[in-house]
């Protein structure tokens, strides 16, 4: 079994910072990509950034410059810096990870339960 962890949302006023963390626990070979997605009421899941194995990361246009992904493959954890941030990055912020749990068998795609971040004006 495997379980991803949310932690570090909450309540900031507009232009401040906040950090998430995601942890990977359970029965894990290894982790390929790992990623920030967020939901806004009414609206759909869509993808803020991701980070592959090797560090390659990619943002949404709307949060490039403001956002950075990292990942700690020896806590398998990842962590999202969310630095100037803006009423419409309000949202419920779930972390992404794909990973093997046996080197023969298949990868899944795991979330994580979720995290709300709510940016006052």
């Known amino acids: 079994q495997v379980q991803l962890v949310e932690s570090g949302g909450g309540l900031v006023q507009a232009g401040g910072s906040l950090r998430l963390s995601c942890a990977s626990s359970g029965s894990i070979f290894s982790i390929d990509n790992m990623g920030w997605y967020r939901q806004a009421p009414g609206e759909q899941r869509e993808l803020v950034a991701t980070?592959?194995?090797?560090?390659?990361?990619n943002y949404a246009d709307s949060v490039k410059g403001r956002f950075t992904i990292s990942r700690d493959n020896a806590k398998n954890t990842v962590y999202l810096q969310m630095n100037s941030l803006k009423p419409e990055d309000t949202a419920v912020y779930y972390c992404n990870a794909v990973i093997k749990q046996s080197p023969w068998g298949p990868s899944y795609n795991y979330w994580g339960q979720g995290t709300q971040v709510t940016v006052s004006s």
């Open positions: 980070i592959t194995s090797g560090g390659t990361t």
